[in-house]
């Protein structure tokens, strides 16, 4: 069965530093992999998806993520965090080859970006 | 923007009571999901819905769950007798289609509450 681990609760950093939110993923076969986004009191927001070829995707307000087979992980990455940017975070995988449309979700992960 | 709307936002109820959640989806979508979210826990699937019929379900989606699309707009799920263990987020969703790399659109969430 798929799943998915974000293994930080929360990540601090500061505004205009570069920030980093780890999820790391486990699939029979190939996996399609998720990035959303939850603000307080709304839904969670889609940023971005992996579904084949290049191995760095970039998503919405600035977010990139990179797949890396080896190391079955999609790490979520922006080059300058803003304050706004302080969120939560799911990563989220599909494995196709299984034929489900479920996507399995991690427990999330609280970005804080101080001033 | 289109967006996926819930009511209620929170609700309250006693546990063995009935309850309903209501769900509008995007318009043009075909696919519809209920997901959930125990406080502190991951994002859990329940149900997928394509045509009028449940098209996948978890284990958790047992006896005491329903869904039901009454009127081409509204999607639904219903707790026949609640417990203490269904408090949760519980997040709807629709896609256009149901498989690979296809983006789920979440809703804002309803929080149910069981005393």
């Known amino acids: 069965a798929q799943s998915v681990a974000q293994p930080e609760d929360q990540v601090n950093v500061a505004e205009g530093n570069p920030l980093t939110v780890k999820c790391t993923y486990s699939?029979?076969?190939?996996?399609?992999l998720f990035w959303y986004v939850q603000y307080p009191n709304r839904g969670l927001q889609f940023l971005l998806k992996?579904?084949?070829?290049?191995?760095l995707v970039k998503g919405s307000y600035g977010f990139e993520a990179e797949f890396n087979k080896s190391q079955t992980s999609f790490h979520l990455k922006k080059p300058s965090a803003l304050v706004s940017d302080s969120a939560l975070y799911f990563c989220?995988?599909?494995?196709?080859?299984?034929?489900?449309?479920?996507?399995?979700f991690g427990t999330g992960t609280r970005l804080l970006v101080s001033p | 923007e289109p967006e996926v709307t819930q009511t209620p936002s929170h609700q309250v109820t006693q546990m063995g009571q009935e309850v309903i959640l209501r769900c509008v989806p995007i318009?043009?979508?075909?696919?519809f999901y209920w997901y959930r979210q125990i406080l502190g826990q991951k994002v859990e699937f329940l149900v997928s819905?394509?045509?009028?019929?449940?098209?996948?379900k978890s284990e958790i989606f047992d006896d005491q769950f329903s869904v039901e699309r009454p009127d081409g707009s509204n999607f639904t799920l219903k707790i026949r007798s609640t417990k203490l263990e269904d408090s949760a987020m519980y997040f709807c969703a629709s896609s256009e289609a149901s498989v690979g790399a296809n983006v789920l659109t979440f809703g804002a969430g309803s929080r149910l509450t069981v005393l």
């Open positions: 992996y579904i084949t070829g290049d191995n």
């Open positions: 989220a995988v599909r494995d196709l080859n299984t034929g489900f449309q479920k996507l399995v």
């Open positions: 819905f394509y045509n009028n019929e449940i098209s996948e």
């Open positions: 318009s043009n979508h075909l696919y």
């Open positions: 699939v029979s076969g190939n996996p399609y």
